[in-house]
């Protein structure tokens, strides 16, 4: 059940109540990939750092480990050792940008797995039967990610397969969380909404999916070539077409300034692999703009990373030290980078959230902003 709390202008401050525990919202999820966060960042280091959501990948883990096996280990929750929600990915975008050869037809996407080529068949059925092993707090449906730019035909065409793909995805959920041997019967559905930057085609889509009363919505197909401007006129036009009681994801966004100019426009929900892949070469992300470990005028620096972060890397280690560990390819480094990150992160939602709640949210974004262009000192 999702319930708004307040807003403040298109802001919202709400919570979203699940089988395995509630999210307040608006929320940074944390991209666990494959069941995991590269940096070797533990889900025990997750819980220390103020993380709701873990993000995990279909396609990723259906070819390997194996969704049966991830299945017959108990589901994704029990293997990975996380008891909060987890939402997985449909593997469309995967499929789409990570398979090359490919052909897609009506009854879905044959394709060849990136690791070992063997031949993979991937519908709305299959994406769904995939998820319901993993046991998923949150299923996305399956869908077809356009390329951009694509064609305005090519684009129509394809959101009406997305559409048609869509009502099967709900079909086959609805029976497989009646299934006896389901591991997770209250699984949720998120249906995605695409027409590229083609904002009527967005319009009528959100439109056709809203009718369908599904758990959830997404914005897929964004932060993929075209610009900032152009996103964020996408993100207001179709939002206010998208169902008010339900909550609205934006797929794969983004930087700082991307989750603050999109949480005033009305999105809950966000993922980006940013601040671990950041992180991990050496960019931290501090209170007062973005800063590069590896420059030499770090070598050093005994301050930590950010002298207003309260996360466990800033309270112990220097800078010259974490860049020492970098420099020397040391794995403690990226765990220490992409632990601040991550926190930074999700800290950032909490004043987001605590600003709403007060009314102050332009106000904070304004200030928050110009602490982002910043020079770390």
Known sequence: MYRI???????????????????????????????????????QDLQGIKTQVVLCNTYHLHVRPGDMVVKKLGGLHKFMVWDK???????????????????IKEEGVYFNSHIDGRKIFMGPEESM???????????????????HPATRKYM??????????LERCKK????????????NPEQMLFGINQGGTFSDI????????????????????????????????????????LPEDKPVYLMGVGTPENILEAVERGVDFFDCVYPARNGRHGHAYTNHGKMNLLNAKYELDDKPLDDTCGCPVCRTYSRAYI???LKAKEMLGL????????????TLMEEIRDAIEKGCFQQYKRNKLEQLKEETK
């Not at 403040?8 to 401050?13: C, H, I, L, V």
């Not at 929600?85 to 052909?103: C, N, Y």
């Not at 993993?134 to 390329?147: G, K, Q, W």
């Not at 086959?172 to 591991?183: H, P, V, Y």
């Open 335 to 346: 765990r220490l980078m992409v632990t601040h990150n991550l926190y930074f992160y999700n």
């Open 156 to 165: 129509q065409d394809s959101v009406d397969r997305t559409t048609r793909w």
């Open 5 to 43: 709390l307040c807003r403040d202008g298109n802001a919202k401050r709400a919570e979203l109540s699940t089988v395995h525990g509630v999210v307040q919202t608006p929320v940074f999820m944390n991209v666990g990939t494959v069941g995991a966060m590269k940096g070797a960042v533990s889900t």
């Open 85 to 103: 929600p987890i939402l997985t990915d449909s593997g469309g975008f995967q499929v789409f940008s990570l398979a090359g050869l490919r052909k």
């Open 323 to 325: 860049r020492h560990l």
């Open 202 to 241: 967005r319009v009528e889509h959100a439109k056709r999916i809203a009718e369908m009363d599904l758990d959830g919505y997404a914005l897929g197909g964004l932060a993929v070539g075209e610009s900032h401007e152009e996103m964020y006129d996408i993100i207001e036009k179709t939002v206010p077409y």
């Open 129 to 147: 039967q995939i998820q319901s092993h993993i046991a998923s707090t949150v299923a996305m449906a399956f869908d077809e990610c356009p390329p």
């Open 172 to 183: 086959e959920m609805n029976r497989l969380n009646q299934l006896e041997d389901t591991i």
